[in-house]
């Protein structure tokens, strides 16, 4: 059974730190690449971070880029998403997606709330 298991999310004031965690299981990690997904009431889900299967190569939004790093153990089964100087417009649900030639998963998101 494949399960993405998010954790780490929670309310935090502007321009503090959180790190997203995703466990995997029930399939073949290291070989999927892993990425964080975000979405925001009334707004299409989007892109935030992606990592390559060996954590080599690693991209961002624009709206992130320096702020938040991305992160893998391959031994853990698990990536991370380093959330730094966070924004009340980085609000959201923040998902964890696996993708291999044949699959894609999804966890079931845990909230990120930035407010004072």
């Known amino acids: 059974q494949v399960r993405l298991v998010e954790s780490g999310g929670g309310l935090v004031q502007p321009g503090g730190s959180l790190r997203l965690s995703c466990a995997a299981s029930g399939f073949t990690f290291s070989s999927a690449a892993m990425s964080w997904y975000r979405q925001a009431p009334g707004k299409e889900r989007e892109l935030v971070a992606f990592i390559n299967s060996l954590g080599g190569s690693t991209k961002y939004a624009d709206s992130v880029l320096g702020r938040f790093a991305i992160s893998r153990d391959n031994a853990k089964n698990t990536v991370y998403l380093q959330m730094n100087s966070l924004k009340p417009e980085d609000t959201a649900a923040y998902y964890c997606?696996?993708?291999?030639?044949?699959?894609?998963?999804w966890g079931q998101g845990t909230q990120v709330i930035v407010s004072s």
């Open positions: 997606n696996a993708k291999g030639t044949y699959y894609i998963y």
